[in-house]
């Protein structure tokens, strides 16, 4: 019996609570799924935008792969497969740029919308000069049909097609332009946003599409609602030395239209700032003397932010923006936090002012001045935000990359960071508001570059993954994650017990959860009650014994690291074999600690397993100087911030108690929140 207790103890954790999220195990492999792309392997293929159907639940990567440098799309089904309905395989890549793509590498689609009636619309840049490296690219638009052709003049409904051959290029500004964004007004119209050339440096641009994919002009079929006078407009933020670039779009409720990015602002060229670009219908700059100019942003129709305190090398760059439904404005990126690169997220009120406490509405604002930085590498590396998306309850999912090791190597994971609405991390998200996944094998490079949240609440990464050998092999990237319940025994008995039939009462963090009980390793079924309590249906023998309690939220995510408490059934007492017989035991046990936290971590939780060197002993432990109290392997103790010690003691069946316990130390450190 003590055996199998051990064994349960080992699989099944100590009392402790569950993480509250988790990749999902009904989705992909453990959660995640790659995808490669292209022919060969060695291929780079990398996704940087994705979409969810709403009613089937199926996900849209776009991205790029190196196999022919194009557009690549990938559709998958709900449980992550790929969707052989789209294309025959789940794949499509298209060429834009022809041969010469083969030699300057730069058809690549970074931006992705799902239409009404199923179609996909993917934006992004191609290269119009044969060996310019990416320089001298166009805007880049491809529509395909629901099935995964592209929408011609020559498929099922040539009356709807996009460009004739479902394919669009647009020259912006004096040289060189690139798409990064992409979003669809009610209308039907299509806005893409990045930037273009203006001869010494780069501008925010924006071109807007007819349905049709002709150019929303003063010439065309509807010259009354024309985007400036020939579909396109720039902005420039800090003059002719500089370079800015939008690398987020969103439409407002009343039409208007919001682009994210950043502006060059420092002298040596090495200085950004989050910059913010609002536009009316027409295109023109939100300013106080357009039409309505009451309700202008930032006065000029722009707003640049500086998130770092630093005076050089500050690179604040908004790479992500969504819109409450309050009208406020999320805009997420990176932002040069000494020595590192930090998440970093910044709140705007309608009005383009930071949402701060100094306001207009204080009690509502965003972490006191409107902004947020958070380091979400598990080692204080670097970490960058590419994407955001807004839960339904108003909390605030940002993803990108977090960095998983020193500066000389490059090991870097998916990373996530979900806040409150008041830009506090959210302690029911990992415990400390952060999850990284590590998706490829170590050491190498995966990177999140967008994020967005199913209907059913569970939460999508996508990107790429290095799942080759030597950074050359790059992969499309998912993995879904779910909240899942935390368990906890809030009492029955621990140690020894002389009652045979005890009675355990447990909660969940997730009101209406339900629950499942064991023992000794039984298969989980429903607990006794009344209410969230279980008592044996028989007397349990004398020995060890196991409990263990499972909580299913009303989604249906059960707790993957059920609740269990270890104790001991003893109705006759100790028995302390004679001196001299030949089962005297007089030697204590010796116990060891074989796992354990590192020296220096940001987490506020701790795993310890330990073992004895005679089989069948029992454990108390004890924190931070507290009394010792019965205790099982693995024991997960949760602490705030400084430093900790622990210790352990294993009791063998004679009684024997080790009078040198098992100690570790550890600290665990502030974790930066904001500048």
């Not at 017990?497 to 005890?502: V, Y």
Request: proline share 6%; with cysteine; glycine share 12%.
């Amino acid at each position: 019996m003590l055996g199998l207790v051990a064994f349960l103890l080992a699989v099944l954790g100590g009392t402790t609570d569950a993480a509250a999220v988790v990749p999902d195990p009904t989705f992909g492999t453990g959660g995640i799924v790659t995808t490669p792309i292209g022919p060969t392997a060695g291929d780079e293929d990398a996704a940087y935008a994705m979409a969810i159907e709403p009613s089937s639940g199926k996900i849209v990567l776009a991205g790029t792969s190196e196999g022919g440098d194009e557009f690549a799309v990938a559709r998958y089904n709900a449980n992550g497969s790929l969707d052989t309905s789209f294309s025959t395989d789940g794949i499509v890549t298209t060429d834009i740029s022809g041969p010469i793509a083969m030699t300057s590498g730069a058809d690549e689609g970074r931006a992705v919308v799902i239409q009404p009636d199923g179609k996909i619309v993917v934006a992004g840049f191609a290269d119009a000069i044969p060996s310019s490296d990416g320089l001298g690219a166009d805007f880049a638009l491809v529509r395909y049909n629901a099935d995964g052709s592209l929408d011609t003049n020559a498929d099922a409904d040539p009356g709807t097609d996009f460009g004739g051959d479902g394919k669009v290029t647009t020259t912006v500004g004096a040289f060189d332009s690139a798409a990064y964004a992409l979003a669809r007004q009610a209308d039907g119209k299509l806005v893409a946003a990045g930037q273009s050339s203006a001869g010494s440096h780069f501008d925010f641009a924006l071109v807007r599409y007819n349905g049709d994919g002709t150019l929303d002009t003063n010439a065309d079929a509807d010259p009354g609602t024309h985007f400036d006078t020939d579909g396109e407009a720039t902005t420039d933020f800090a003059g002719v030395s500089a370079n800015d670039a939008a690398n987020a779009v969103a439409i407002q409720s009343d039409g208007k239209i919001v682009a994210a990015g950043y502006s060059n602002t420092g002298a040596s060229g090495v200085s950004d700032d989050f910059a913010l670009a609002r536009y009316n219908a027409n295109g023109s700059l939100d300013t106080n003397t357009d039409a309505d100019p009451t309700v202008d942003f930032g006065g000029d129709g722009k707003v640049t932010t500086p998130i770092s305190t630093q005076t050089t090398f500050n690179q604040d760059r908004a790479n992500a923006l969504a819109i409450q439904t309050n009208g406020k404005l999320i805009a997420a990126g990176s932002s040069q936090v000494t020595p590192t690169e930090e998440f970093a997220l910044a709140r705007y009120n309608a009005d383009g002012s930071l949402d701060t406490d100094a306001d207009a509405d204080p009690g509502t604002d965003f972490s006191g001045d409107g902004i947020v930085t958070t380091n979400v590498s598990p080692i204080g590396n670097t970490s960058v935000a590419y994407g955001v998306a807004i839960q339904a309850d108003g909390k605030l999912v940002a993803a990108g990359r977090a960095t998983n090791s020193d500066c000389c190597t490059f090991h870097r994971d998916f990373g996530l960071a979900r806040y409150n609405p008041n830009g506090s991390l959210d302690p029911t998200f990992s415990d400390d508001g952060i999850a990284t996944t590590a998706v490829a094998a170590d050491p190498f490079v995966d990177l999140a570059r967008t994020v967005a949240i199913q209907v059913d609440g569970k939460i999508v990464a996508g990107g790429y993954a290095d799942v080759g050998t030597s950074f050359e092999d790059f992969d499309f990237a998912l993995v879904r994650y779910i909240d899942v319940p935390q368990t906890t025994i809030t009492s029955g008995p621990t140690g020894t017990t002389g009652n045979t039939t005890p009675t355990f009462a447990f909660a969940s963090d997730e009101p209406g959860s339900t629950f499942q009980c064991a023992l000794d390793g039984a298969p989980l079924g429903a607990c006794s009650g009344p209410g969230d309590t279980h008592t044996p249906s028989s007397p349990l023998a004398d020995g060890p014994h196991l409990f263990t309690v499972r909580a299913t939220d009303t989604d249906g995510n059960a707790d993957p690291t059920p609740a269990t408490r270890a104790f001991t059934v003893d109705t006759q007492g100790p028995v302390i074999p004679p001196p001299g017989s030949s089962t005297s035991d007089a030697d204590p046990p010796d116990t060891t600690i074989t796992k354990r936290p590192k020296d220096k971590t940001r987490k506020k939780s701790a795993t310890f397993e330990f073992s004895s060197d005679e089989p069948g002993s029992s454990f108390e432990c004890s924190l931070d100087g507290g009394p010792f109290q019965p205790c099982g392997s693995p024991d997960v103790v949760k602490v705030k911030k400084g430093k900790h010690h622990f210790e352990v003691r294993a009791t063998d069946a004679a009684g024997n108690v080790d009078p040198t316990p098992a100690t570790d130390s550890w600290t665990v450190k502030k974790k930066k929140k904001k500048r």
